[in-house]
């Protein structure tokens, strides 16, 4: 039983890690919201420009938006 609590602790803390060093490499992903496409379609069928991405189809990943917002408040903390 020990083996497996093990082996799911290990996988989660390499996932961790990976989209830890994704973040740091690759700060920008796709929109969720469009897909990357850079538009949607609204509710009455027409197209426009994603907001959530300001049209550019990229977007700065959660992970990345954690690390600046610790980052920030460790350094506000020791001013």
């Known amino acids: 039983m020990t083996t497996i609590a093990l082996l799911a602790s290990l996988t989660?803390?390499?996932?961790?890690?990976?989209h830890l060093i994704?973040?740091?490499?690759?700060?920008?992903?796709?929109?969720r919201r469009c897909r990357g496409r850079r538009n949607h379609r609204t509710a009455i069928g027409t197209r426009r420009d994603c907001?959530?991405?300001?049209?550019?189809?990229?977007?700065?990943?959660?992970?990345?938006?954690i690390a600046e917002y610790v980052r920030a408040e460790y350094r506000a903390g020791n001013r």
């Not at 994704?22 to 929109?31: S, Y």
């Not at 907001?51 to 938006?65: F, L, N, P």
């Open 22 to 31: 994704l973040c740091i490499v690759a700060p920008w992903g796709r929109c």
């Open 51 to 65: 907001r959530r991405c300001e049209g550019t189809g990229r977007r700065v990943r959660i992970g990345r938006r």
């Open 12 to 18: 989660a803390l390499g996932y961790a890690a990976w």
